[in-house]
C-alpha cells in the first residue's frame, strides 16, 4: 500500500504501543483487531490506513469521529486535520482515549463522551468518520457536512456483511461509492450507564 505523506507522518508520529492494551503490546502493529474494554475492539493499523486514505483529510478540516475507541485514530486524524471531536459512548473508553491523547500534546483532538447515533446535530465538519455499522446510509449526516464533504461508514447488517461506504455531499445528496467489505461491530444507541 502507497501511502501519502501526511498520512504516512501522522502513522510516524503516533506511537501505537501508547493505545494498545499492554496485554497485546506485542502485536501493536498486527494485523487484526485487537480487544479493547467495554467489549470493542481495536481496528488493525492497515485497515485504518485504507480507511483514512478514502477519507482524504487536508490540514484545515473539521472532522467528526463516532466511536473513539483507544483514541489512536483520533490521534492520527489530529496530526492531519485543524480540529477533531470524536464521540465515545462508554465511559471508561472515552476517559482513557482523552488521557492517551493529552499525553500527546493534541490539544486539536477532543474526545466527548455522548451517543453518536446521530452525529452530531447542529454542527458542521468536512469529514465524518463512523468506527460503527449503520443498518443503512446514515443520511442525517447530509445536514453535518459541509459541501463537498465526506463521510465514511459501514453499511449493512450486524450479524452480517458491511460495506465501508464513502459518502460525498453534492448539494442536497449524497453520491455513495462502496470501496470495501468489513466487519465492524454495530452502533447502540445512547449513552453506557456504567462502564
Same mark, same amino acid.
Given at each position: 500500500?502507497?501511502?501519502?505523506?501526511?498520512?504516512?507522518?501522522?502513522?510516524?508520529?503516533?506511537?501505537?504501543?501508547?493505545?494498545?492494551?499492554?496485554?497485546?503490546?506485542?502485536? @501493536?502493529?498486527?494485523?487484526?483487531?485487537?480487544?479493547?474494554?467495554?467489549?470493542?475492539?481495536?481496528? @488493525?493499523?492497515?485497515?485504518?490506513?485504507?480507511?483514512?486514505?478514502?477519507?482524504?483529510?487536508?490540514?484545515?478540516?473539521?472532522?467528526?469521529?463516532?466511536?473513539?475507541?483507544?483514541?489512536?485514530?483520533?490521534?492520527?486524524?489530529?496530526?492531519?486535520?485543524?480540529?477533531?471531536?470524536?464521540?465515545?459512548?462508554?465511559?471508561?473508553?472515552?476517559?482513557?482515549?482523552?488521557?492517551?491523547?493529552?499525553?500527546?500534546?493534541?490539544?486539536?483532538?477532543?474526545?466527548?463522551?455522548?451517543?453518536?447515533?446521530?452525529?452530531?446535530?447542529?454542527?458542521?465538519?468536512?469529514?465524518?468518520?463512523?468506527?460503527?455499522?449503520?443498518?443503512?446510509?446514515?443520511?442525517?449526516?447530509?445536514?453535518?457536512?459541509?459541501?463537498?464533504?465526506?463521510?465514511?461508514?459501514?453499511?449493512?447488517?450486524?450479524?452480517?456483511?458491511?460495506?465501508?461506504?464513502?459518502?460525498?455531499?453534492?448539494? @442536497?445528496?449524497?453520491?455513495?461509492?462502496?470501496?470495501?467489505?468489513?466487519?465492524?461491530?454495530?452502533?447502540?444507541?445512547?449513552?453506557?450507564?456504567?462502564?
Amino acid at each position: 500500500m502507497n501511502l501519502p505523506h501526511r498520512l504516512m507522518a501522522a502513522f510516524e508520529a503516533v506511537p501505537r504501543q501508547n493505545f494498545v492494551p499492554v496485554m497485546h503490546l506485542d502485536d @501493536s502493529y498486527g494485523a487484526g483487531q485487537l480487544p479493547i474494554e467495554c467489549g470493542q475492539t481495536m481496528t @488493525s493499523p492497515d485497515l485504518i490506513a485504507r480507511i483514512l486514505m478514502a477519507l482524504d483529510i487536508g490540514e484545515g478540516h473539521r472532522v467528526l469521529e463516532i466511536g473513539s475507541g483507544t483514541g489512536y485514530q483520533a490521534a492520527l486524524i489530529g496530526k492531519m486535520a485543524e480540529r477533531v471531536i470524536s464521540i465515545e459512548r462508554w465511559h471508561t473508553l472515552a476517559e482513557k482515549a482523552q488521557l492517551r491523547l493529552a499525553t500527546l500534546e493534541l490539544e486539536n483532538v477532543r474526545v466527548e463522551l455522548g451517543d453518536g447515533k446521530q452525529g452530531r446535530p447542529g454542527d458542521i465538519h468536512d469529514r465524518i468518520i463512523a468506527n460503527c455499522a449503520y443498518g443503512e446510509i446514515p443520511r442525517h449526516f447530509l445536514d453535518q457536512l459541509t459541501t463537498n464533504g465526506v463521510a465514511i461508514a459501514p453499511v449493512g447488517p450486524q450479524d452480517g456483511p458491511q460495506m465501508l461506504t464513502r459518502l460525498t455531499k453534492v448539494g @442536497s445528496r449524497f453520491e455513495a461509492v462502496e470501496l470495501f467489505p468489513v466487519r465492524m461491530q454495530p452502533l447502540i444507541d445512547g449513552i453506557a450507564k456504567a462502564i
